[in-house]
Each structure stands twice: as structure tokens, then as C-alpha cells.
Nanobody, 115 residues
């Protein structure tokens, strides 16, 4: 069973950048599509970015052009580079398969964008 550990969150000002990492305890090569999700207070958890095994990507309209997802299958790690951050990006960020598996959810990493 794979477990994910998210890291790299923090507090930044609007316009700032963060790079999130998702380290898996096992191989992610067998997970065809990996994704980053986020959940803001009082809101549902939404998919913001997805990447297939060989690199094709998709993004939510709200983050398109500002966020880049990547994966390193050899290192069993998925990344999320976030630039031009906005207050509405404030949320807990999680990685999981797409569609998500209940037993794959980790603790997430908090991203707070505020002046």
C-alpha cells in the first residue's frame, strides 16, 4: 500500500511562490494519473492539477498558467510549482491518484497566501 507525505507549504504574500512535494512510500509508476487537490476552509476538496504517467497534464481553470505539476517516477515524487499566488489559493494541499483513493489521503500541507 502506498502512503503519501506532502510538504513544502507555508505562508507567503500575494504574488509569491511555493513548491510542494509529495513523496510516496512505494512506487507511483503503477498509478497512471497523479493529482494535487486542495481544500479551503468550509469548501469541498477539489482537483487542481493532474499528470499522467508519461507527462501529459491538466489544470483547473483557476490555476492555469500559474501552477505546474510534475512527477519523477524514479523518485516516487510528485511536485507542484505554484507562482503568482493569490489569497484564494489558501488551502490545505493533498496529493492522491486520479480518481482519488480513500486509503491514499495524507495529512496535506497548508498553504496560506496573505498580505
Amino acid at each position: 500500500q502506498v502512503q503519501f507525505v506532502e510538504s513544502g507549504g507555508g505562508s507567503v504574500q500575494p504574488g509569491g511562490s511555493l513548491r510542494l512535494s509529495c513523496a510516496a512510500s512505494g512506487s507511483i509508476f503503477g498509478i497512471y494519473t497523479m493529482g494535487w487537490y486542495r481544500q479551503a476552509p468550509g469548501k469541498q476538496r477539489d482537483l487542481v492539477a493532474a499528470i499522467a504517467r508519461y507527462g501529459s497534464t491538466n489544470y483547473a481553470d483557476s490555476v492555469k498558467g500559474r501552477i505546474t505539476i510534475s512527477r519523477d517516477n524514479a523518485k516516487n515524487t510528485v511536485y507542484l510549482q505554484m507562482n503568482s499566488l493569490k489569497p484564494e489559493d489558501t488551502a490545505v494541499y493533498y496529493c492522491n491518484a486520479v480518481p482519488p483513493r480513500a486509503d491514499y489521503w495524507g495529512q496535506g500541507t497548508q498553504v496560506t497566501v496573505s498580505s
